[in-house]
T-cell receptor, first 116, second 117 residues
């Protein structure tokens, strides 16, 4: 158990409304990630963070922003949700010990977001 | 550019059959990592294995085994004597061996395995 929680676990919202998803970890991992999972596409990286206030874009970052003001929390914001952002969102952490990392990631339980 | 291909979208087998899930990757790096993840119907993503590019030994863990062949850029996953509980979507992934931001994972699109009783 990598100590990752996501909130909310389910959300239904309307087009044009802002939405924020939260990822919380309890083990002080430096790297955190947001993915979306859609049928036929597998997992695609939205944004990632390599430290407090250090973030970068992934493959499908348009329409999303992120913030990391504390090590334990990584927030994903949809400024104005669209139906194409209906998806399951996963947060992940990368485990690293003493500067050594093998790059495997461990995932949170996911958030199912529906944009009507 | 890195790429992972899982050509089998769905596989259906009967319990106790052996099944192999294929994974073919592309990378220009000489050192890299390969991974398999399992996503059961409950939805969570479970890490199964990591393989380093410099270690081509096959690995066996109970009914699971992995065959890594650099010559064909493949990292196939075999389940022996499949069980209903093996029903899941399985993802293969690749990353550069460098740490930091270069170590991001590239996922295949997944193979859905259904094991019928």
């Amino acid at each position: 158990d990598a100590g990752i929680t996501q909130s909310p676990r389910h959300k239904v919202t309307e087009t044009g409304t802002p939405v924020t998803l939260r990822c919380h970890q309890t083990e002080n991992h430096r790297y955190m990630y947001w993915y979306r999972q859609d049928p036929g596409h597998g997992l695609r990286l939205i944004h990632y963070s390599y430290g407090v206030k250090d973030t970068d874009k992934g493959e499908v970052s348009d329409g999303y922003s992120v913030s990391r003001s504390k090590t334990e929390d990584f927030l994903l914001t949809l400024e104005s949700a669209t139906s194409s952002q209906t998806s399951v969102y996963f947060c992940a952490i990368k485990s690293a010990e003493a500067g050594l990392t093998y790059n495997e990631q461990f995932f949170g339980p996911g958030t199912r977001l529906t944009v009507l | 550019a890195q790429k992972v291909t899982q050509a089998q979208t769905e596989i259906s087998v009967v319990e106790k059959e052996d099944v192999t899930l294929d994974c073919v990757y592309e990378t220009r790096d000489t050192t890299y990592y390969l991974f398999w993840y399992k996503q059961p119907p409950s939805g969570e993503l479970v890490f199964l294995i990591r393989r380093n590019s410099f270690d081509e030994q096959n690995e066996i863990s109970g009914r699971y085994s992995w065959n890594f062949q650099k010559s064909t850029s493949s990292f196939n996953f075999t389940i022996t004597a499949s069980q209903v509980v093996d029903s899941a979507v399985y993802f293969c992934a690749l990353s550069e061996a460098r740490g930091g931001s270069q170590g991001n994972l590239i996922f295949g699109k997944g193979t859905k395995l259904s094991v019928k009783p």
